[in-house]
């Protein structure tokens, strides 16, 4: 595989501060959507349009229960949607002016009450749209997942199934706990569910590193179906290592190391 070569496009300067990016998507159009916070008031959501005449903030919105009720951004490429608390979308179209709010149907309880939404990114290029999870411990750290049916034509949402990752198909998953592998980005792609998972530590990764990290073909129960991309065990390597994984609306996975004393060398 060549190098790859990164190179700066355009920079602006912004009319107010905000919080770091939240998620992100990018239209057919070579528009980008950021979802952030204002930085002197975080219980305020920001939606921003990023063009070659700038950026603007297309919505705003409170949210006194940020914490429990993070937002996510999607799009299908010429539209965007924001799930809200698992419960509506707004979904923009248009001139993004005048979003639609769509009910989303949970009539089978799908979700479990404890189930709180997380903003990880996630990319789909079909109906099914997959979102993170986690419930009864709260750490930030997403271990389930739910896909949601998006009807674009009807207006129509409703959740369709809830799960986690089986650890059993991962080679150095831990034997001595019931946690599941972390999720740190979905993606459907062509009919296919896939995952990046960062492993199973409780502790932070920044800090202490990860036990392993992988890539993953996965079904709608979380069975694992292909092991695309698998580390050794991290912790046995003597130095704290490990890569995140951030899914495209592309059909590349951008991977990049955590710690700079690593083979990867920081890059």
Request: hydrophobic share 35%; proline share 3%; charged share 30%.
């Amino acid at each position: 595989m060549g190098k790859l070569k990164l190179r700066l496009l355009n920079k602006w300067e912004l009319d107010k501060d905000y919080n770091s990016v939240l998620n992100s998507v990018m239209l057919q159009d070579g528009r980008a959507f950021v979802l952030t916070s204002e930085k002197e008031d975080f219980n305020r959501y920001c939606l921003l349009e990023v063009s070659p005449l700038g950026v603007k903030e297309i919505d705003a919105w409170a949210c006194d229960h940020v914490w429990e009720e993070e937002s996510l951004l999607f799009t299908d490429g010429q539209n965007i949607g924001i799930i809200k608390a698992g419960k509506e979308i707004v979904y923009y179209t248009g001139d993004f002016s005048h979003p639609e709010i769509i009910a989303i149907k949970d009539s089978q309880s799908i979700l479990p009450k404890e189930a709180q939404e997380r903003y990880f990114q996630i990319v789909s290029d079909s109906d099914q749209i997959p979102v993170c999870f986690e419930d009864q411990v709260y750490t930030n750290q997403a271990r389930n997942f739910a896909l949601l049916e998006f009807d674009r034509e009807k207006k129509q949402a409703k959740w369709t199934t809830y799960s986690h990752i089986d650890k059993n198909g991962l080679n150095h998953h831990d034997r001595s706990s019931d946690a599941s592998p972390k999720i740190d980005s979905l993606k459907c792609w062509q009919q296919e569910l896939y995952a990046f998972t960062s492993g199973e530590n409780q502790t932070s990764v920044n800090k202490w590193g990860m036990d392993y990290y992988a890539l993953v073909k996965i079904s709608s129960d979380g069975r694992i179906i292909e092991k695309l991309l698998e580390s050794e065990h991290l912790k046995t390597l003597g130095k704290k290592a490990g890569v995140n994984g951030l899914f495209t609306d592309s059909p590349y996975l951008i991977l990049s190391p955590l710690f700079k004393n690593d083979d990867w060398k920081g890059k």
